[in-house]
C-alpha cells in the first residue's frame, strides 16, 4: 500500500511478556517516528530515526523500550518485561524530509493490551 | 515548559455549520504548527499546517488561523459534514538535533456534527 503500515494491528500479551511492534514507512521517505497514546490522551513522542544518523531516543519512558531501523526502511519498537501501565495504541509515522514543514503521516497503529 | 492544550474537551455542531476548533500553546520558539483529524482506530490524518511566520492559511474547506500575540490557534471547518466527525488535534513542531521534527500534541477536540 502507499501508507504506513503497522502491525500486528492489536497485540494482547501478559505482564512481563515482550512484545515486537513493526512499522514500514512510506517508501523513500527517511524520517521515521514512534509515538503512543494512552485512551483520551493526545500523542507522545517516543523515538526519531533519521537516514543513517543516531536516533534520537529522548522520548522513551524506560530502558524497557528500545526501537531499531533496519536498512533505513523497516522499524521494530520492543518493550520488554511489559507493564499494565503500557498499555497504549503505538503510532508510527514518516515523513520524507527533515527540517521545515513537513507533514508527518501516520500508520493506524498497535492497540496493545497488558494483562 | 513547553505545552499544547485545546480550551474544549468536545465540540457539537450542527450540519452545514462551521466549526471552530481552539488551540492555546505556551512555546513561542515552535516554526510551525499542524492540524491532525483522527478517526476512531485510526491514525491522525494531516489537515493543514501553517508556519510561525504566516497568521492565515487555507485549504479545502478548513482555514487556520495563527495569533502569536496571545499563542493563539484555530481551525475553521467550513459547513460542517458528518465526515468531519473525529477527534481534532492541534500540534506544534519542534525541530530536533538531527533536524527532523518533533510534534508535541494537545489532549484533542472531540467533534460531533448533528443532522
Known amino acids: 500500500g502507499a501508507g504506513v503500515s503497522q502491525s500486528p494491528s492489536n497485540k494482547v500479551t501478559e505482564k512481563g511478556k515482550d512484545v515486537e511492534l513493526r512499522c514500514d514507512p512510506i517508501s523513500g521517505h527517511t524520517a521515521l517516528y514512534w509515538y503512543r497514546q494512552s485512551l483520551g490522551q493526545g500523542l507522545e513522542f517516543l523515538i526519531y530515526f533519521q537516514g543513517n544518523s543516531a536516533p534520537d531516543k529522548s522520548g522513551l519512558p524506560s530502558d524497557r523500550f528500545s526501537a531499531e531501523r533496519t536498512g533505513g526502511s523497516v522499524s521494530t519498537l520492543t518493550i520488554q518485561r511489559t507493564q499494565q501501565e503500557d498499555s497504549a495504541v503505538y503510532l508510527c509515522?514518516?515523513?520524507?524530509?527533515?527540517?521545515?514543514?513537513?507533514?508527518?503521516?501516520f500508520g493506524d497503529g498497535t492497540r496493545l493490551s497488558i494483562l | 515548559g513547553e505545552s499544547v492544550g485545546l480550551h474544549l474537551p468536545t465540540l457539537s455542531v450542527q450540519e452545514g455549520d462551521n466549526s471552530i476548533i481552539n488551540c492555546a500553546y505556551s512555546?513561542?520558539?515552535?516554526?510551525?504548527f499542524i492540524w491532525y483529524k483522527q478517526e476512531s482506530g485510526k491514525g491522525p490524518q494531516f489537515i493543514i499546517d501553517?508556519?510561525?511566520?504566516?497568521d492565515k492559511r487555507q485549504g479545502q474547506r478548513v482555514t487556520v488561523l495563527l495569533n502569536k500575540t496571545v499563542k493563539h490557534l484555530s481551525l475553521q471547518i467550513a459547513a460542517t459534514q458528518p465526515g468531519d466527525s473525529a477527534v481534532y488535534f492541534c500540534a506544534e513542531n519542534k525541530i530536533l538535533t538531527g533536524g527532523g521534527n518533533k510534534l508535541t500534541f494537545g489532549t484533542g477536540t472531540q467533534l460531533k456534527v448533528e443532522l
Open positions: 512555546n513561542s520558539a515552535s516554526d510551525y
Open positions: 509515522a514518516s515523513s520524507s524530509r527533515t527540517g521545515g514543514s513537513q507533514p508527518q503521516h
Open positions: 501553517i508556519r510561525s511566520n504566516m
